[in-house]
């Protein structure tokens, strides 16, 4: 790969990581909820999904997706369903009381539990499942991936070139929404400010999911 293409392909990356989306509010959902150190389990599941989506589409089969209006539709499906079940989820999330608040920090690791939050283990698969299952970036990768992609070079190693790439800057990038958000926590401090933010990030889930039933094939 050529370091032009590369250095093309790094800016897009960012572009593509900064732009708001289901990850970055999932991402400042969990700053808010467990802090940057916490939310790095959701990112870890948000990059398995990047990686399962980039590795499908440079094989070939992310086209398929898009060329087949069942499999497609599928996607599509399931990817909204989540994320509306996921907003749902964060809307009628739990608060724990004033007085419950940060003063027992004492077990750190209990807490999530404790509130009926998801475990590390749980964190993951939403990750993984809110990327994976977002049709929006199936598409996308498959229509900008092999505009970067030289097929007169070995395959996996350009794979391996991109997938690096993308995974820098998204970690980067939803660490620093976690970051900001976590900042937040101070002004979240009471029972009804942290019902608002649920509601806040909630309905936003719920509306991602919703106009992922507006998602059109760029093929036919």
């Known amino acids: 790969m050529e370091l032009s293409v590369w250095l093309a392909y790094f800016a897009a990356a960012w572009v593509i990581a900064i732009s708001p989306g289901s990850g970055a509010v999932l991402s400042m959902t969990h700053g808010l909820a467990y802090g940057v150190r916490g939310a790095s389990a959701t990112i870890l599941g948000l990059q398995l999904g990047v990686a399962t989506i980039l590795l499908i589409a440079g094989v070939g089969v992310g086209a398929v997706l898009v060329a087949s209006a069942t499999a497609f539709t599928v996607v599509k499906v399931v990817g909204a369903c989540y994320l509306i079940w996921l907003g749902w989820r964060q809307w009628t999330a739990p608060v724990a009381p004033d007085h419950a608040s940060p003063s027992t920090t004492g077990s750190s690791a209990a807490a999530p539990a404790e509130a009926g939050l998801p475990s590390v283990r749980q964190r993951v698969a939403l990750g993984f499942f809110t990327n994976v299952t977002n049709p929006k970036g199936i598409v996308f990768v498959v229509a900008v991936l092999p ?10 190693l350009q794979l391996l070139i991109l997938l690096c790439t993308t995974l820098f800057t998204d ?3 939803m660490h620093g929404y976690a970051f900001l958000a976590s900042r937040a926590q101070r002004w979240l401090a009471t029972a009804k400010a942290r019902r608002a933010q ?3 990030f909630g309905g936003v889930l719920i509306a991602m999911g919703a106009g992922l039933f507006l998602v059109k094939r760029t093929a036919g």
């Not at 505009?147 to 996996?156: H, S, T």
Request: a positive charge.
């Open 171 to 173: 970690v980067i990038v």
């Open 198 to 200: 649920n509601r806040v």
């Open 147 to 156: 505009q970067f992609i030289d097929p007169a070079r070995p395959l996996w």
